[in-house]
């Protein structure tokens, strides 16, 4: 199996675990609470109900567990058979009651962690891992990061109690950054900046951080993330045009 060449210095197997295993048991803690009539309500996933969400998250802890297997035998093993198998999994779990879900997403994220700990051991986080077989491959060490995201995004989806004001800051950090270096390459997406309040700094997207020509949006982190994760409408940010004055949030396209 060939190797991918580095590991970044900030990676942490052990610290990344314990904060997918703190969301996760939140996660748990909102199905636990939920009531039947809103699994078949609306989430904030177009197309979506909560039900088809828990689904997604339970098959997603099973197909990163797939991918950890590779890292951890060499063997490789696809996140999924197919795209349209993954989708009628999820379609096919998405009106179970509520019980069934919650000991689904339990049992998935336990098996998760099995995985984790093999994939722990044999130490090769930057195995190329698939996500279809004829997918382009990523190194390992990228999985707990997808999952703490699948984990804490998807939660924001339920459309309960849980918002992106209850990101951490470590996670919404490494998101933030991810964001912006993937709508970096995405011909799409508008040039833009952003000004974090609670850094006092400016990011360019397509677009040098002191351009004056450039739209700016100003906001707590957060709430920016959501908003270009497309989990927020962007109340709460304010944009500054280049002529002066505030004007609309510039038209993000859909995160993919």
């Not at 703490?148 to 998807?154: M, R, S």
């Not at 995405?186 to 360019?204: C, K, M, N, T």
Request: glycine fraction near 8%; charge should be negative; include cysteine.
């Amino acid at each position: 199996m060939t190797e991918s060449p580095t590991i970044p210095a900030s990676f942490d197997a052990a610290a990344d675990l314990e904060q997918i295993t703190e969301a996760t048991a939140h996660l748990l803690a909102t199905v636990a609470a939920m009531a039947e009539e809103e699994l078949r309500e609306p989430s904030l996933c177009e197309g979506w109900t909560r039900g088809h969400v828990l689904a997604h998250i339970a098959r997603n802890a099973d197909g990163l567990s797939n991918m950890l297997n590779t890292a951890a035998t060499g063997e490789v093993t696809p996140m999924y058979e197919s795209d349209d198998k993954r989708n009628a999994d999820i379609e096919a779990g998405s009106s179970r009651p509520v019980q069934e879900q919650l000991a689904d997403l339990r049992e998935s994220a336990g098996r998760f962690v099995e995985a984790y700990a093999a994939a722990q051991a044999a130490g090769h986080w930057n195995a190329p891992v698939y996500r279809t077989a004829d997918a382009t491959p990523y190194p390992a060490h990228q999985l707990p990061g997808k999952r703490l995201g699948e984990v804490l995004i998807h939660h924001v989806d339920l459309d309960l109690d849980f918002t992106p004001a209850h990101w951490s800051d470590p996670f919404t950090d490494r998101w933030f950054t991810d964001a912006l270096a993937r709508f970096q390459t995405r011909p799409e997406f508008p040039a833009l900046r952003l000004d974090v309040e609670e850094e006092d700094q400016v990011y360019g997207v397509k677009a040098d951080p002191q351009d004056p020509g450039v739209v700016i949006v100003r906001g707590p982190k957060r709430a920016l993330l959501a908003w270009l994760l497309g989990r927020a409408s962007g109340d709460g940010l304010v944009a500054v045009i280049p002529a002066g004055g505030r004007g609309p949030l510039p038209k993000l396209p859909a995160w993919a």
